[in-house]
C-alpha cells in the first residue's frame, strides 16, 4: 500500500490543522491506521490509531480532546483533525497502515507495515 500525506503546514500556538492520508491499495478496510509524529531529535511516537471499522480509536495521552482520527473507507482516506495546537505538537506526521487483528488498534509503531513519507507540521509561539 501507498500512503501519501498532505495538510501539514505553519499554524499559530492555539490554531487548528486538518490532515489527510489517501491509500492507493485496495482492501483499505483491512487495515488498521494511524498517525505517528517525530520531532527533531526525538524518537518517532504514536499518535492516534483507528481499527479497521472505524469503531475504535485510541490516542497518546497529550492529545486526547485536542486531535480527533476519522476514516472514510469508501474512499481510502485518513485524517486527523489537530485543534489547541502547542507548539511542541510540531514535528513530521506520518500515516501508517497496518493489518487489523481485531476490532481495536495499538499505537505501536511495530504493528503497521506501511509508511507515508510524512508531512510537516510547524507550530509557531
Known amino acids: 500500500a501507498q500512503l501519501t500525506e498532505t495538510g501539514g503546514g505553519l499554524v499559530q500556538t492555539g490554531g487548528s490543522l486538518n490532515l489527510s492520508c489517501i491509500a492507493s491499495?485496495?482492501?483499505?478496510?483491512?487495515?488498521?491506521m494511524g498517525w505517528f509524529r517525530q520531532a527533531p531529535g526525538k524518537e518517532r511516537e504514536g499518535v492516534a490509531c483507528?481499527?479497521?471499522?472505524?469503531?475504535?480509536?485510541d490516542y497518546t495521552g497529550d492529545v486526547k480532546g485536542r486531535f480527533t482520527i476519522s476514516r472514510d473507507n469508501a474512499e481510502n482516506m485518513l485524517y486527523l483533525q489537530m485543534t489547541s495546537l502547542k507548539p511542541e505538537d510540531a514535528a513530521a506526521y506520518y500515516c501508517?497502515?497496518?493489518?487489523?487483528?481485531?476490532?481495536?488498534?495499538?499505537?505501536?509503531?511495530?504493528?503497521?507495515?506501511?509508511w507515508g513519507q510524512g508531512t510537516e507540521v510547524t507550530v509557531s509561539s
Open positions: 491499495a485496495s482492501g483499505f478496510d483491512d487495515y488498521v
Open positions: 483507528i481499527s479497521w471499522s472505524g469503531r475504535y480509536t
Open positions: 501508517a497502515a497496518g493489518p487489523s487483528n481485531g476490532a481495536e488498534c495499538e499505537l505501536e509503531s511495530d504493528r503497521f507495515e506501511y
